[in-house]
């Protein structure tokens, strides 16, 4: 990631230029002496700034850094932009007003350089929580239930169940199903439909936290709790207070932080790392995960009390393999959803290539359907088809059914046996015409997505095949059509 840009702004151009030369390890850092300069290096872009209170240490009276905090907060479009003040002793009072009057934080003169790394980062991400938080809440007002697309029973049972979990604002939530299959998107939607939808939601992917860590995560810890430790962190389940936490991947928690959750979970209390002071919260607990859990328990590598605990309510999302006869709503939804964005005109899809995928196997579920699709109306677009034909979808989509399920062909082996090569030469052309369909007959883009050398290894093959099996080439005429031209 880029480093964030710091605008350091002191009328002490050798202080300002010895903090840039500390500090640019991790900020591209701009300074800036007075508020002309300030004022054009804000207007040119920064991610945080570092404001003195005087820009002016001859005049008592001086107070330029409650001007241009004052300027910089009324430029609506940065108005989450981080400003920590830097303050003289003396200045302590007009500090504590600047924070009241926009300001992120106050560092008072002198301090050291680990103090200032510590206030600048806290800060940073604090403001990017904020953010993720904004945009988290405008993602919620756009779910609806209904998103959970389906026509079977399975669908309209998962429905009911959402309902009655967010209708009882307290049953703990477990959502078992593959990945790609909205997990989720049952969780936001049982905290959009439930008196809770006020309150934060806070989502956790439980396997991407530092394993020790996790219970500082989750449970927050005191100044002092372990080396590093250097200041109280409120933990995800005091930050979910009166909301919906989200604990998804939860088969990934490790040993000592399940006994802490099935405590909290049983007395609706916990302790923050290095404190006995026992915290009450009220908050509903959802996880979600794809691992089998029966199996987990079994293997001792999940608590067996935790797991009935859990399982309050169990919602089982089946995959979407099972349940192919919602592809056509599936689909029906994301061409409409890519039109509302503006990405596309395309509201159609060809028999052939529905065909298509209704074949495959969908081991990504609901969520590699979108990505096809996405794919598909781009190359489409690029076509300038109406609707989606079977040449724009991916290669991968439209192998052979068989071979989804392990096996190229359904072969029966006759008394004399198998001819091998007949049916490697088989599933050879069949990669092959679906290079040539995917680029319209364009060899010179096939061999490429084949992994060839050249356009004349691609010749030769198919040249060598046909001439070694020639009723194979009324199999594939599509083939035989292309390299029967000189």
Not at 72 to 88: S, Y
Not at 143 to 156: D, F, R, V
Not at 207 to 227: I, M, Q
Request: net charge neutral; with cysteine; proline share 3%.
């Amino acid at each position: 990631m880029p480093r964030p840009r710091l605008l350091i702004v002191d009328d002490n151009r050798q202080y300002a230029g010895s903090l840039r030369r500390a500090l640019q390890g991790e900020y591209a850092v701009i300074t800036a002496a007075d508020k002309l300069e300030a004022a054009a290096a804000f207007r040119a872009g920064c991610d945080i700034i570092l404001l003195d209170l005087r820009l002016n240490d001859q005049d008592e009276a001086n107070r330029d850094g409650m001007e241009l905090l004052h300027e910089f907060r009324r430029e609506r479009r940065r108005d989450d932009l981080p400003i920590v003040m830097m303050t003289a002793y003396g200045d302590m009072d007009v500090a504590i007003q600047a924070v009241r009057e926009g300001a992120n934080d106050f560092l008072q003169k002198p301090f050291d350089l680990a103090k200032l790394r510590v206030t600048l980062a806290n800060v940073l991400e604090r403001i990017r929580s904020e953010r993720r938080a904004s945009s988290l809440q405008q993602d919620l007002a756009r779910i609806e239930p209904g998103n959970l697309i389906g026509q079977n029973t399975a669908i309209a049972n998962v429905h009911r169940l959402i309902q009655m979990a967010a209708n009882d604002g307290h049953v703990t939530v477990l959502i078992r199903g593959e990945t790609g299959t909205g997990k989720e998107l049952v969780a936001r939607a049982i905290y959009q439909l439930g008196w809770r939808k006020e309150e934060p939601f806070v989502p956790v992917v439980v396997g991407a936290l530092n394993p020790n860590l996790v219970e500082s995560e989750l449970f927050g810890h005191e100044t002092g709790a372990f080396t590093g430790a250097t200041a109280r962190r409120i933990g995800y389940i005091e930050t979910a207070k009166g909301g919906v936490l989200f604990l998804d991947e939860i088969g990934d928690l490790p040993a000592e932080a399940q006994v802490k959750l099935l405590r909290f979970l049983e007395e609706r209390k916990f302790s923050r790392v290095g404190s006995s002071d026992s915290i009450e919260v009220d908050v509903q607990i959802v996880v979600a995960t794809n691992r089998n859990l029966e199996e987990a328990v079994k293997k001792k590598e999940f608590r067996q009390d935790l797991y009935f605990r859990l399982k309050s309510l169990d919602i089982f999302l089946a995959p979407l393999r099972e349940r192919l006869d919602d592809i056509p709503l599936l689909i029906e939804h994301f061409l409409k959803l890519f039109g509302e964005q503006g990405r596309t005109k395309i509201a159609a899809i060809s028999s052939e290539a529905m065909q298509g995928l209704m074949q495959y196997h969908w081991p990504g579920n609901v969520r590699e359907l979108k990505a096809v699709l996405e794919r598909a109306i781009i190359y489409a677009n690029f076509n300038t088809h109406l609707r989606i034909e079977r040449d724009d979808l991916p290669l991968e989509i439209l192998r052979p059914t068989s071979q989804q399920a392990g096996t190229p062909f359904q072969v029966q082996i006759a008394e004399d046996g198998i001819a091998l090569a007949q049916h490697l030469a088989r599933w050879e052309l069949a990669y092959i015409e679906e290079a040539l369909r995917s680029t319209k007959g364009r060899k010179t883009e096939a061999w490429k997505i084949l992994g060839l050398n050249d356009r004349f290894a691609l010749h030769r093959r198919v040249t060598a095949l046909f001439k070694k099996f020639p009723h194979l080439a009324a199999e594939y005429p599509f083939v035989r059509e292309l390299y029967s031209k000189r």
